[in-house]
């Protein structure tokens, strides 16, 4: 595994700090652009029927480059051979932050089905509180965890 890395470092670190822009900065951008956007929407329905589209879309788009994140991981900590060396605590903490993300990520995708079931019923006061809690709560909370695992990437990267 080490070998591999060595021979594809550049390709494999510009696919981990890809998969992080993306993830990330696909967050920000919904959370904080289009959804002020949505709220213009004056029907209700309609309003959350964009806004759980608008979640179907990013999650499609963030759940590939979640994965390719984790794999981009395996390879470095191999390669750099971090869990043996002293920066060990920052690749640990670094994969606790993405199993959370993870986690956090797939509980998103439930509870947004789980509200397009309730939207499709009539169920108007259950899909907003669905909804309400994955844009007030749960993609904040992935933000602040995601840009502390950048800020750590820049620590590990001057490391290296
Ligand atoms: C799963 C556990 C993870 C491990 C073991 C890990 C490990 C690393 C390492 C070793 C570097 C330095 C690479 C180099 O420059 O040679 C790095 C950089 C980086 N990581 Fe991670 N990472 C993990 C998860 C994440 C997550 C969840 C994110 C963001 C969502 C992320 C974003 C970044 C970014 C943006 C950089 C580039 C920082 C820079 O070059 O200044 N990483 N990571």
Redesign the pocket.
């Given at each position: 595994m080490q070998e591999i890395f060595l021979q594809y470092k550049t390709v494999i670190?510009f696919l981990?700090?890809m998969?992080?822009?993306v993830?990330?900065g696909g967050m920000i951008a919904l959370r904080f652009a289009a959804h002020a956007s949505f709220m213009e929407i004056e029907s209700p329905i309609k309003r959350l029927e964009r806004i759980a589209h608008a979640l179907k879309r990013l999650f499609c788009i963030v759940a590939p480059f979640a994965i390719i994140?984790?794999v981009t991981?395996i390879f470095?900590?191999k390669g750099?051979g971090?869990s043996q060396s002293e920066f060990a605590p920052f690749?640990y903490a670094?994969?606790g932050?993405?199993t959370v993300?993870f986690i956090n990520l797939t509980i998103m995708i439930l509870r947004r089905n789980r509200a397009v079931k309730l939207l499709n019923a009539g169920d108007m006061v259950g899909a907003k509180f669905s909804l309400e809690l994955i844009g007030k709560f749960m993609v904040p909370v992935n933000i602040v965890l995601?840009v502390v695992?950048?800020l750590?990437?820049?620590f590990?990267?001057n490391a290296?």
């Open positions: 670190i981990h700090v998969s992080a822009v993830w990330v994140l984790l991981a470095m900590i750099y971090i690749g670094k994969e932050i993405w993300m995601g695992a950048i750590l990437g820049t590990l990267s290296f």
